[in-house]
């Protein structure tokens, strides 16, 4: 079964740093584009980054100069580091990736989800 396998959220203090990780299991042919969202109590799921395979990428302007998103395409895995933690980062991250499954079954596919708390 093909899923998305997150790992490396947490709890922080203000100007501290965590990585996220995820990778993608079982059989697949390809991924496309791959990224982060992030989700805060009452508020909508939002674009944290993306990066495309060939290493293009794009970041919300409240997270520029503070995150970094990576892929190794070896490991069919995506990472963010992020730096400079604020409160307002707290929210519930979620990888994104536009998987080519077979040569007829291809779409977006989520992680789980993982938490990551910063204390003021």
């Known amino acids: 079964q093909v899923q998305l396998v997150e790992s490396g959220g947490g709890l922080v203090q203000a100007g501290g740093s965590l990585r996220l990780s995820c990778a993608a299991s079982?059989?697949?042919?390809?991924?496309?584009?791959m990224g982060w969202y992030r989700q805060a109590p009452g508020k909508q799921r939002e674009l944290v980054a993306g990066i495309t395979g060939d290493g293009r990428t794009n970041y919300a302007d409240s997270v520029k100069g503070r995150f970094t998103i990576s892929r190794d395409n070896a490991k069919n895995a995506v990472f963010l580091e992020m730096n400079s933690l604020k409160p307002e980062d707290t929210a519930v991250y979620y990888c994104?990736?536009?998987?080519?499954?077979?040569?007829?079954?291809?779409?977006?596919?989520w992680g789980q989800g993982t938490q990551v708390t910063v204390s003021s």
């Open positions: 079982g059989t697949i042919l390809g991924i496309k584009v």
């Open positions: 994104n990736a536009d998987l080519i499954v077979t040569t007829l079954r291809r779409g977006p596919y």
